[in-house]
């Protein structure tokens, strides 16, 4: 069995793997989904586009469900904080989340002009709002969340749901947006021919040089914020307290990480490179490389954010020394035990399972491929 201070590392890298397999794999059928009003101009392209993610994007669900839960066995104090700190955000990624299940099975049952539009902008705000609110959310835990501890670790939210909309936190929002509809128009595109990849083609393009100029935008605006530096000793093996340390607010603290260890400026670089990489590859019509770079770019977006905040996980605002660490944050050493052997057996089935899928759903969806199989389709 690891130690405590091994199993807290561990986790915090299982936890940013299960983040980006979420991003990867539900983020693809998100992006095609924030496409499909625009992509698709008749009712039977539409159910193209439609049909290239509806037979496995509940399957890809499993990503969101484990990275939540991982988030709620291993760092219940992060969970119970951003739940309720977060409480209207969450609440609105839920409900545009409940526009996916519906839309996908009812939206092609009857055969209504108005029945089926109204169901496809339900896909599309299923699709493109949880993308948005996360990367507000992200933005927010970067200029620090207005919580704070009692004595008794009972936790307080002081902020408003509209002091979320604020300039970084947005432009974070825009990155996450982008780089959500850059990947799934490579997914599309890989899945689709004729006018509807030439469309498609062109979102690919767009939305990737949108996320390359914000996220470097983004890194700009990070290295004139106020970053948290822990000031006290820190015991990555002592019992986690919140309270038992104390924090600095410095003035560019958050790019602290990459200066002590310049090896890491490739993950930001990766960002940049994979997008570019992206839409040259989209722009030559090679697909897969394209989808292979927007996963490379969300890995690249994702660690940058990460390491950069490593070792808070949520910091605070009104109470520095409340901010939630890698090391002060997380269940006891028996339950990190206990669930990195889950991991370690069901995280590989998750992946093996995937992709057999992936490989019996492989090939182009047409238009001919609806109309033979119209009752079965989407």
Not at 29 to 55: A, C, H, Q, Y
Not at 225 to 244: C, F, M, Q
Request: hydrophobic share 50%.
């Amino acid at each position: 069995m690891f130690d405590y201070e091994t199993l807290k590392l561990i986790w915090w890298l299982l936890v940013g793997v299960l983040l980006l397999g979420f991003a990867i794999m539900d983020g693809h059928d998100m992006g095609v989904g924030t496409l499909l009003p625009f992509v698709g101009k008749s009712d039977l392209e539409r159910r193209v586009v439609i049909n290239t993610v509806g037979p496995h994007w509940d399957g890809n669900q499993v990503w969101f469900i484990t990275g939540g839960g991982a988030i709620f066995a291993a760092w219940p104090l992060v969970y119970a904080t951003a739940f309720s700190g977060f409480y209207w955000a969450m609440l609105a990624v839920l409900w545009a989340l409940f526009f996916r299940p519906v839309g996908f099975d009812y939206r092609s049952k009857i055969a209504n002009p108005t029945w089926r539009s109204t169901w496809d902008w339900g896909l599309f705000v299923g699709g493109s709002v949880p993308p948005l609110i996360f990367g507000v959310a992200f933005g927010n835990l970067l200029q620090g969340v207005p919580f704070h501890f009692d004595d008794n670790l009972v936790s307080y939210y002081t902020g408003s749901f509209w002091a979320l909309l604020n300039p970084f936190a947005l432009l974070a929002g825009v990155v996450s947006s982008s780089m959500i509809t850059f990947h799934g128009a490579n997914y599309l595109m890989h899945r689709t021919e004729g006018p509807i990849f030439e469309r498609t083609r062109k979102w690919s393009i767009v939305s990737g040089l949108v996320m390359v100029t914000t996220f470097v935008l983004a890194g700009v605006f990070i290295g004139s914020l106020p970053g948290y530096v822990i000031t006290s000793a820190v015991d990555p093996n002592a019992l986690p307290n919140p309270l038992a340390k104390t924090v600095s607010i410095v003035q560019g603290a958050w790019l602290n990480n990459f200066k002590t260890m310049p090896a890491l400026w490739l993950l930001p670089g990766l960002g940049i490179l994979g997008g570019l990489g992206g839409v040259a590859l989209a722009a030559s019509r090679k697909t897969l490389l394209a989808f292979v770079a927007s996963s490379l770019t969300m890995a690249g977006v994702i660690g940058t954010a990460g390491v950069a905040l490593f070792p808070f996980v949520m910091p605070s605002s009104t109470d520095p020394n409340s901010s939630l660490t890698v090391w002060d944050s997380v269940s006891s050493h028996l339950t990190l035990g206990i669930m990195l052997w889950a991991a370690i057996i069901f995280v590989p089935i998750i992946v093996v399972y995937t992709s057999w899928c992936y490989k019996v759903m492989a090939g182009k969806v047409t238009e001919k491929f609806i109309e033979a199989h119209d009752k079965a389709a989407y």
